[in-house]
């Protein structure tokens, strides 16, 4: 697995993962358009928060199930808790040195059409 290092823009928040990206994903529900993040994923136990715990501010919405975190000071999404799988979303724009141009593909997911909790 590769090692990557992440942070926000005033990099408050860091982290490191270790996984391999294989893909990128683009993800259409109402959140994720607003950020218009490219995301990778990675297993929580190959997720490392490295400083900033005290800064990041948690949003949920819809089932409440997914946590998204964003830093409270400079307001980057550096990553995410997935409702479906359990695994780490990560924007792959916070990671040192990361080419999208590397990905082998790009999905898109229809976030929009997952339930939705009145």
């Known amino acids: 697995m590769k090692q990557y290092k992440g942070s926000c ?3 408050s928040v860091t982290y490191e993962i270790s996984t391999d990206v294989e893909f990128g994903a683009v ?6 358009k607003r950020k218009g993040a490219l995301m990778g994923f990675a297993e929580p136990e190959n997720f ?3 400083t900033g715990e005290e800064s990041l501010s948690l949003y949920q919405f ?4 997914a946590k998204h975190y964003f830093c409270s000071k ?10 479906s799988d359990g695994k780490i979303g990560f924007n792959t724009g916070c990671i040192e040195g ?10 898109q997911v229809p976030g929009s ?6």
């Not at 819809?62 to 199930?65: E, G, Y």
């Not at 059409?113 to 009145?118: C, G, L, R």
């Open 48 to 50: 490392n928060l490295l």
């Open 62 to 65: 819809n089932s409440n199930v």
């Open 9 to 11: 823009h005033c990099g």
């Open 113 to 118: 059409t997952f339930s939705v909790v009145d």
């Open 74 to 83: 400079c307001g980057i999404y550096t990553h995410h808790y997935k409702r």
């Open 27 to 32: 993800c259409d529900c109402s959140i994720c």
């Open 98 to 107: 990361f080419d999208k141009e590397d990905l082998s593909e790009i999905k």
